[in-house]
Each structure stands twice: as C-alpha cells, then as structure tokens.
C-alpha cells in the first residue's frame, strides 16, 4: 500500500470532482502503463500506484474515510474492509483504457502463419551443378470460394454477438480476495471481432483450405545436405491478416561412389601401382568439367595428397570452386603373372633398402637391432 497522498499521485486537489479523479487516472495510466513503458522499470510501480489511488479516491466511503484519516483508515484492513477488501475493484475503467490503444478494439494483430518443412533428395551431380525441383506438398491457404474471409459469396461480414466486436470475452470471477478479471479470446470469432453473417459452404466459414500445391524450385550449384531452401509466403496462411508462413525445404544429398566432399573441396582417391609411384607418371583423372591428364611425382608415398587448384564444387555462398583433392592409393597386386613374378623377383634381388639412412626401412631395421 503507498503512503504517498492520493491526490498527489493522480495530481489532483482535494476539491476535485469523481469526473476530474476519473479524467486524470485515466490520463496517468496511459501514461505509466508498463507495456507503453517496457524501458521504464519503475513505471509498473507508478501504475499500481495510480491505481491504488484511484480505487480510493473514486469510493465515495473509502474517500471519506481517507480524507478524515488518511492511510491509516486502510492499515490492517482485511476481507470487506475498506476499498483493499475489494483491491481488484472494478476495472471497467482500466478496460476502456486498454481498448483506447486500440481505437476500442482489442482484436488479435495480425500472424505470420506456420512454416512447412520437407525434404528432398539429390544426385550428387544436382547438387554440384545445381538444378530445378518440382515440389509437391499440402498447405492451409485461403478458401479459393469465399478468398479467405469465411462467407458465402455475397453474404455480408457482421460483428460478433459474443463479444461485441472486441475479440474477447470477459468474466469476473468473485472469490474471498475480492473481484478478479479473466480475458480470453472469444471462442466464437476465434479473436476476429467479426463473423460471417452465412458461414462459406465450401471451408464452412473457417476461410481456410487444404490444398495440393506444386512449385517449382530453384536449388543453387554447391548445395549440401543439412542445408535449406526456403520459399517465401509457400507455407500456412497467416492469421487475422497476416502473411502466410514460407516452406522451408531441408536438402539431402546421396553419396558417390567415388567423389567425396569437404566443404566446396572435392576428394578423389586415385589408385596407382608399385611401378607408377617410384617412376612417376601422367594419369587421367575425372573432374566436375570432364576427363584431365595429371602427372605423378616419382617416389610419391600412398595417402599422399595432391591438389588442383580450382576444380572442386562452386562456393554456395560468394564466387569461385573448391579445389578437387587426390587421394594417393598404392595398390599391392593380389595376383601377379609369371612374368610379373619374375620381375619382383629380380627386383627384390638388387634392391638396397638400407642404402639411405633416411628410409624407412632402414630406421625400422636400426630399431630393431637397438640402435639409436
């Protein structure tokens, strides 16, 4: 309870009329209301103030009592005592004040309705090419007999009876604590404040429809899975007015057999054989853009890594490629000919893997003999 003078809070004298104390709480509420004042954090304090003030003052007894004694006519009061028996009073004042925000109409603003998801499913190809996707799905839009305002054509919109225009519904609930105030969205205008007079036979004056859609979707070059495409306004109709949600479409891609993927940078393992990686040599490799020719350093060691610059799969955001990343695989033959035997064989004769003291054979045969 504020020990602040009454008449000070509402900035009134104490010869002011019940019209005078009404006209100035009204014009203090407004003011002080905490929604016009979400930066203000004193202004939910200002306006219980103001109300406790009002509830005095506007109680012809209660503003007797305060008069004579001031705050202490109220202190200990309890149950029916004094205006605080009642402390939730009556708030037809406060409602007509929250319906002056609105021009005196508390409908619902307008929504954005909900999205719709999907998912589709891409070549490895389409996704680094790009492509265009025909999407097949159902959404809630507007009543195509009716365009969405729920009547039958040539019907008028009337208010609603419920709710008198307003949206909502009102009820006072009486308990020991006194009158508290309940308001909810009325039921029978969904919180439109209006109703069609001769409901749409079609939607059954829902003004609303499912209905098959079909559009057709750009998917950029680059694209990967867990990515989206969104297309805006594709989704569920808004309510009271608002725009229609979007379809967001979730991308998935299957995998190659051979090309794999690390951001916009394309990995290809190449396999080659014992003669090609200690000789060297010029392999054909494939890229996004076709069939191309790269040379292999002699010695080069399997998991070894090469690059080409600029052949990998288009940035999804900004210009230019990945580069496409070679995967070297020395491949140990399970089947050899005679011949090829014969071959090893030789070779296996007048190889000197301990002649340079940087192999790798020679430091595994140092290893094992102990030597450091």
């Known amino acids: 309870m504020s020990?602040?003078?009454?008449?000070?809070?509402?900035?009134?004298?104490?010869?002011?009329?019940?019209?005078?104390?009404?006209?100035?709480?009204?014009?203090?509420?407004?003011?002080?209301?905490?929604?016009?004042?979400?930066?203000?954090?004193?202004?939910?304090?200002?306006?219980?103030?103001?109300?406790?003030?009002?509830?005095?003052?506007?109680?012809?007894?209660?503003?007797?009592?305060?008069?004579?004694?001031?705050?202490?006519?109220?202190?200990?009061?309890?149950?029916?005592?004094?205006?605080?028996?009642?402390f939730f009073g009556d708030f037809s004042d406060l409602f007509d004040i929250f319906g002056s925000f609105t021009g005196g109409s508390t409908r619902r603003s307008p929504t954005k309705g909900p999205d719709i998801s999907t998912t589709i499913d891409l070549t490895f190809e389409e996704a680094a090419f790009g492509t265009s996707k025909k999407i097949k799905y159902k959404r809630v839009t507007d009543c195509p007999k009716c365009n969405g305002n729920g009547a039958e054509p040539g019907t008028p919109i009337v208010q609603c009876p419920d709710c008198g225009g307003t949206g909502q519904i009102r009820q006072e609930v009486s308990s020991i604590f006194g009158r508290s105030v309940t308001v909810r969205p009325c039921p029978n205008c969904r919180g439109d404040g209006r109703i069609?007079?001769?409901?749409?036979?079609?939607?059954?004056?829902?003004?609303?429809?499912?209905?098959?859609?079909?559009?057709?979707?750009?998917?950029?070059?680059?694209?990967?899975?867990?990515?989206?495409?969104?297309?805006?306004?594709?989704g569920t109709k808004g309510e009271y007015g608002g725009p229609h949600g979007d379809l967001i479409v979730n991308i998935r891609v299957r995998?190659?057999?051979?090309?794999?993927?690390?951001?916009?940078?394309?990995?290809?393992?190449?396999?080659?054989?014992?003669?090609?990686?200690?000789?060297?040599?010029?392999?054909?490799?494939?890229?996004?853009?076709?069939?191309?020719?790269?040379?292999?350093?002699?010695?080069?060691?399997?998991?070894?890594?090469?690059?080409?610059?600029?052949?990998?799969?288009?940035?999804?955001?900004?210009?230019?490629?990945?580069?496409?990343?070679?995967?070297?695989?020395?491949?140990?033959?399970?089947?050899?000919s005679n011949r090829e035997r014969e071959l090893f064989g030789e070779l296996l004769k007048i190889q000197n893997p301990?002649?340079?003291?940087?192999?790798?054979?020679?430091?595994?045969?140092?290893?094992?003999k102990g030597k450091d």
């Open 354 to 368: 301990d002649a340079d003291p940087r192999s790798p054979f020679r430091k595994f045969q140092d290893w094992l």
């Open 3 to 86: 020990k602040k003078d009454y008449y000070d809070i509402l900035g009134v004298d104490k010869n002011a009329s019940k019209d005078d104390i009404k006209k100035a709480f009204r014009q203090r509420a407004k003011k002080y209301h905490p929604d016009l004042n979400k930066d203000d954090p004193q202004a939910e304090e200002k306006f219980k103030e103001i109300n406790e003030a009002y509830q005095v003052l506007s109680d012809d007894e209660a503003r007797a009592k305060y008069d004579r004694f001031g705050h202490a006519a109220f202190e200990g009061a309890t149950g029916g005592a004094g205006p605080f028996g009642d």
């Open 196 to 234: 069609a007079k001769t409901p749409c036979s079609n939607c059954r004056g829902e003004g609303r429809t499912y209905v098959d859609e079909e559009i057709e979707l750009d998917i950029p070059a680059g694209i990967d899975t867990g990515n989206k495409v969104i297309a805006r306004g594709k």
């Open 255 to 336: 995998p190659h057999e051979y090309f794999k993927r690390d951001g916009a940078d394309l990995l290809l393992e190449v396999p080659i054989t014992f003669a090609q990686a200690a000789l060297g040599d010029e392999i054909e490799v494939r890229t996004l853009d076709g069939i191309e020719t790269y040379k292999i350093p002699s010695g080069i060691q399997s998991g070894e890594t090469r690059r080409i610059r600029g052949k990998g799969l288009p940035f999804l955001k900004g210009a230019g490629k990945g580069d496409l990343v070679l995967t070297v695989k020395v491949v140990t033959p399970s089947k050899l």
